[in-house]
């Protein structure tokens, strides 16, 4: 007696939703029995053998049992537009990132073009004199290098079979997988050192950057309690060289956490203001929960406040005590067009295996536009 078994699975073609049978069928086709012959096509050559069929080999990129994301043979790399949604899903689930300057690089590296006149270059204009100064103006260039990185993970088939979403679990992981990869991505720009295994050694982040080229311009601080007083604060500023102080509204902070309590505590709340007219009687409840513009403070993402002219906004990935002082689009965030992402099943532990690869880069445009202070370091 024999029996022959078949799977109605893609056709040879390799195309998701196939319904001809190829030459071959699909992984888990198979036939028993000395009988089924060895030119029929579906059956496994000879059919005196149980097992997959010829060429189902893991991890194979092209025929009828092809794993393709983008549907393109012999690569998983993600279609243009993919990649624009996946990279703008990355910037969406960031807070400095998203403040910053972003492009698009088509090969691992990038020059950005820089322009400097420098200041104090008018001179006075005196009649039927023809001694003048030629101002030159200085070109530069900044180079911007991505870093390969990866995100790896799994789900079990038994888990995509038994869990309440159903066939939706494995798009559900996708995204949440998207969304740490993002926090990640900006965890490793603030906090990358280059050296601390196995993550921040992956590249320096923009802290690091700064910090060690030595272009930047520290303020001598002392903060006591978390106390970031306006005093504190103008020190900050004043670090800053005068000819990016004159457009002081492009400027912001960046703060952590913990600095941006002390900073909201100390520089003032609709509850201040009325209680120095009142005479310290004017603090009351409601008071307490509104800035100086009189919004009231909520709980949920990133916040920001005003200090001294300036908007502060809150970077929950700073490190404790550290603030800095620069212009949004100074901070470069660069990512390499071609994303690639990897889907394979992986029989001897029936699990699904996805793959990301992604090249990322970062770079300050102006290290000299920054101003900065570490209270911990200062402590």
């Given at each position: 007696?024999?029996?022959?078994?078949?799977?109605?699975?893609?056709?040879?073609s390799?195309?998701?939703?196939?319904?001809?049978?190829?030459?071959?069928?699909?992984?888990?086709?198979?036939?028993?029995?000395?009988e089924?012959?060895?030119?029929?096509?579906?059956?496994?050559?000879?059919?005196?053998?149980l097992?997959?069929?010829?060429?189902?080999?893991?991890?194979v990129?092209?025929?009828?049992?092809?794993?393709?994301?983008?549907?393109?043979?012999?690569?998983?790399?993600?279609?243009?537009?993919?990649?624009?949604?996946f990279?703008?899903?990355?910037?969406?689930?960031?807070?400095?990132?998203?403040?910053?300057?972003?492009?698009?690089?088509?090969?691992?590296?990038?020059e950005?073009?820089?322009?400097?006149?420098?200041?104090?270059?008018?001179?006075?204009?005196?009649?039927?004199?023809?001694?003048?100064?030629?101002?030159?103006?200085?070109?530069?260039?900044?180079?911007?290098?991505?870093?390969?990185?990866?995100?790896?993970?799994?789900?079990?088939a038994e888990?995509?079979e038994?869990?309440?979403?159903?066939?939706?679990?494995?798009?559900h992981?996708?995204?949440?997988?998207?969304?740490?990869?993002?926090?990640?991505?900006?965890?490793?720009?603030?906090?990358?050192?280059?050296?601390?295994?196995?993550?921040?050694?992956?590249?320096?982040?923009?802290?690091?950057?700064?910090?060690d080229?030595g272009?930047?311009?520290?303020?001598?601080?002392?903060?006591?309690?978390?106390?970031?007083?306006?005093?504190?604060m103008?020190?900050?500023?004043?670090?800053?060289?005068?000819?990016?102080?004159?457009?002081?509204?492009?400027?912001?902070?960046?703060?952590?956490?913990?600095?941006?309590a002390?900073?909201?505590?100390?520089?003032?709340?609709?509850?201040?203001?009325?209680?120095?007219?009142?005479?310290?009687?004017?603090?009351?409840?409601?008071?307490?929960?509104?800035?100086?513009?009189?919004?009231?403070?909520t709980?949920?993402?990133?916040?920001?406040?005003?200090?001294?002219?300036?908007d502060?906004?809150?970077?929950?990935?700073?490190?404790?005590g550290?603030?800095?002082?620069?212009?949004?689009?100074?901070?470069?965030?660069?990512?390499?067009?071609?994303?690639?992402?990897?889907?394979?099943?992986?029989?001897k532990?029936?699990?699904?295996?996805?793959?990301?690869?992604?090249?990322f880069?970062?770079?300050?445009?102006?290290?000299?536009?920054i101003?900065?202070?570490?209270?911990?370091a200062?402590?």
């Amino acid at each position: 007696m024999s029996e022959e078994i078949k799977k109605n699975q893609p056709g040879e073609s390799g195309e998701l939703g196939g319904t001809t049978p190829g030459l071959y069928q699909g992984q888990g086709a198979f036939a028993s029995g000395s009988e089924a012959g060895s030119n029929i096509p579906g059956n496994y050559t000879d059919g005196g053998a149980l097992g997959n069929i010829p060429n189902a080999n893991l991890g194979v990129t092209t025929g009828p049992n092809a794993v393709n994301p983008s549907g393109d043979a012999a690569s998983g790399i993600l279609r243009p537009e993919q990649a624009r949604r996946f990279i703008d899903y990355v910037w969406d689930a960031t807070v400095l990132a998203q403040d910053g300057r972003r492009v698009t690089m088509r090969a691992n590296t990038m020059e950005l073009e820089k322009i400097n006149v420098g200041e104090r270059v008018i001179r006075a204009a005196a009649q039927a004199v023809g001694t003048y100064t030629n101002t030159g103006a200085t070109f530069s260039k900044v180079e911007l290098t991505t870093k390969k990185i990866r995100l790896d993970w799994e789900v079990s088939a038994e888990a995509l079979e038994d869990n309440v979403e159903g066939g939706a679990l494995e798009d559900h992981l996708v995204r949440l997988m998207t969304n740490a990869f993002a926090n990640d991505i900006e965890d490793l720009a603030i906090n990358g050192d280059g050296a601390t295994a196995p993550f921040l050694s992956i590249m320096p982040g923009f802290i690091k950057k700064h910090k060690d080229n030595g272009d930047s311009h520290e303020a001598a601080i002392t903060v006591a309690d978390n106390a970031w007083t306006p005093a504190v604060m103008q020190d900050i500023i004043l670090a800053m060289p005068r000819k990016y102080r004159a457009l002081k509204n492009n400027l912001k902070f960046y703060v952590g956490t913990d600095a941006f309590a002390g900073i909201v505590k100390n520089n003032g709340t609709l509850s201040d203001a009325i209680a120095e007219a009142l005479g310290k009687n004017g603090n009351t409840y409601a008071n307490t929960q509104s800035y100086l513009d009189g919004a009231g403070q909520t709980f949920g993402g990133a916040r920001t406040t005003r200090v001294l002219g300036i908007d502060v906004q809150e970077v929950p990935y700073y490190p404790a005590g550290y603030v800095d002082l620069t212009f949004p689009q100074n901070r470069v965030w660069g990512f390499q067009r071609d994303i690639i992402v990897n889907r394979e099943y992986v029989a001897k532990k029936d699990t699904i295996e996805y793959t990301v690869f992604v090249r990322f880069g970062i770079q300050w445009e102006e290290e000299d536009a920054i101003a900065w202070a570490d209270a911990a370091a200062d402590a």
